[in-house]
C-alpha cells in the first residue's frame, strides 16, 4: 500500500512540474472577480458589466488567465454569452468589459454573479432594477424609424435601418411580415442595423421595443420603401478567334450587355478579367487562353451606375487543346555509297561516295584485317581535297598498298580535323582478296516498278562504278536464275495479251566482266504476260548460258 501510494505521489509531482509557472503564481494572486455595473436599471435595459481579477491588496491581476461563467436568480435574464465560458487573454490585461451584456427580465434587487470555473474565486453585485416606464431611467416608450424615408427607393439589396427609442432597449425589426433582425440601442436611444438581401420591389419595414421578456411594448410607424429594378442584363459572349483554341493562345472575349455599366468583370479559370466597353453594349478583354487543356466556363458580373450588381454563367465555353508536338527535325543520316574496290598484286584500290556529309568531315579511316571481328591494322587518308576521285565527281579515292596475300575485311570511318571519329559514318564491312587482281563493288539498292497496260519497267539506284547489272528471277521455290544483264539501270518487260502474271525480280551489280555485288538487291513484284514472259526466259538461258561460260574461261 505505501508503494502504491508513493508511486501516485510520484505521479502527481512529475505532472505537476509541467504546469506554466506564470499561470499558477497569476491564480494564486487573485482573491476574487469583482464586477462592475450601474446601480440602478430598468427592466429590459441592457447594460455594460465589468470584470476584474482582484488580488488581496485590491489591484488588478494583469496576468489573471482563468475561465469565468456568468449567472443570475432569474431564468430569462440576459448574460454575457449565456450557458459559456470565456476566457481570460493576455491582451484583456485582468479586466473585460462586456457592453449592454446584461438585461434583467424582473424587478426588484437582483444579482449578478460570476466564478471561475477552476478556482474558488467568485463575484457578485446587486442592481436595483425598476419596473417597466419607470420615471428613475426615463418613461419613453416611442419607437421611430429614421432611416429609410417614407416612400424612398434604394439602389442594391441593402438598406441601413436607423432610428430612436429608448436607451439600452432591444429593438426587433420586421421586413415584410418577417421578424428577423434584433438590435440594442445606445445610451442615447440610436439603433441602426444593416438589412441585406432585400428582393422585393416593394417592401414594408417596421420596429418594436421589446421589454424584458421580449413582448412588445412600442411599434413604430409603417415604413414603405421601393428597391429600383436592375437593368443588368447579359446577352451573350464571343470569343475570337474561336471557342476552342490552343492552351496558352491569344483570346479576345467581348461581352454583349447594358450599355453603360460602370463595371464588368469576366471570370475564367480563377482568374477575374475586367474588360472595357468598345462600343455601346460591347465589353472586351485581350487575354491569353488557360495553359492546360480543357473546358473552361465563363462567369459575367455587373455593376451599373446605382450600384445594382449581378452575376451569371455564361452559355459559352471555352475549349484549350494541347499543342501539338513538334518533333526536333533531324538531319538526315551520313552514309557511304557506291564503293568498289580494285585489287592488283599487294595493291587495293578504294573509290566511294558519302551521302548527306557531316559538316566536319575532314578525312577517313581504313581499317583492316584478316579476321573480321578485329580490324587491327589502320590507315589514315589525306584531308578531302586532296584525295578527290578522278573518275566520279564527288567521290574520294585511296590506296592501301604491301598488303600480304590474303583474304581480308575493310571498314572505312569518317574523321574530324583532329582525328576523331565521326559517330555513325561508317561502312558496311568490305571483303577483298589480295594476290590477285579482282574487284568489289556495292549492293544494288532502291529498285522501282513502274507499270502501264504494255510494259513494266524496273529501275534502281545507278552505281558510277558497275560495269552493267545482272538482273535475277526468283522462282517460286526461292532459287535466282539469271535473266538478263544490261548496262543501264534499267529493264524493260513488255506484255502480252491474256491472264495477268506477276514474278519476283532482284538485281546486282558488276565491277568487271564476271564480278558481282555481295548481296542482292531487295526483290521487286513486277506484272508480266503469259507469252511474253515465256519467249523472255528463253533467251535468257541463252544469254545466262553464254555469259556463265564467258566467266571461267
Known sequence: MKKLLSLFTALFFMGSIFIPVAFLNAASETVKLELIAPTTTRVGEAIDVTVKAIDKDGKTVTSYRGSIIFN????????????????????????????KGLIFKKSWKQ???????????????TINVDPEGSTTTGGDQTITIITPENGTKIAGETVMVSGKTRKNSKISLTLNGQDA?????????????????????????????????????????????????????????????????????????TVDATPGLSELTISLDWSILTTKETTSGKYTISTIAPQNAGTYKISISQKDALGQAKTTESETILTTTPKPVELPILPPPSTFKNIKTVTTGSKVVFDFGVENAPTD?????????????????????????????????????????????????????GRTQSGTLISGLVSEP????????????????????DT??????????????AVS???????????????????EAKYTLFLSKGAVMYENFAVKALCDESTESKEYSTMSRVQSGPWMIAVLVIISAILGAFLMRRRYI
Do not use: H
Not at 111 to 125: A, M, P, Q, R
Open 72 to 99: 443570475t436568480d432569474n431564468i430569462g435574464d440576459t448574460v454575457p454569452s449565456p450557458g459559456k465560458t470565456i476566457t481570460f487573454t493576455a491582451d484583456m490585461n485582468g479586466e473585460k468589459t462586456f457592453s
Open 469 to 487: 547489272y545482272n538482273l535475277y528471277k526468283i522462282t517460286p521455290a526461292g532459287d535466282y536464275t539469271l535473266f538478263q544483264n544490261t548496262k
Open 452 to 465: 502501264d497496260t504494255s510494259k513494266s519497267v524496273i529501275s534502281w539506284t545507278a552505281i558510277p562504278e
Open 361 to 413: 568531315l575532314a578525312g577517313f579511316k581504313i581499317a583492316f584485317w584478316t579476321n573480321a571481328d578485329s580490324l587491327t591494322q589502320e590507315v589514315s587518308t589525306y584531308t578531302l581535297d586532296r584525295i578527290a576521285s578522278p573518275v566520279n565527281s564527288g567521290a574520294y579515292t585511296w590506296y592501301i598498298n604491301k598488303i600480304p596475300e590474303g583474304t581480308y575485311t575493310f571498314k572505312i570511318f
Open 181 to 253: 433582425w434584433t438590435v440594442i440601442s445606445d445610451e442615447s436611444g440610436i439603433f441602426t442595423k444593416n438589412i441585406t438581401g432585400i428582393t422585393q420591389e416593394n417592401n414594408i419595414l417596421l420596429a418594436k421595443l421589446l421589454d424584458g421578456s421580449n413582448a412588445p411594448v412600442a411599434t413604430s410607424s409603417e415604413i414603405k420603401f421601393g428597391r429600383q429594378v436592375s437593368n443588368v442584363a447579359t446577352y451573350g459572349v464571343t470569343i475570337s478567334p474561336s471557342s476552342t483554341v490552343e492552351v496558352s493562345s491569344p483570346i479576345d472575349v
Open 430 to 449: 568490305i571483303i577483298a582478296t589480295l594476290g590477285k587482281d579482282s574487284c568489289t563493288i556495292a549492293n544494288v539498292g532502291g529498285l522501282v516498278v
Open 111 to 125: 444579482k449578478l454573479y460570476v466564478s471561475d470555473i477552476s478556482e474558488d474565486i467568485i463575484g457578485e453585485i
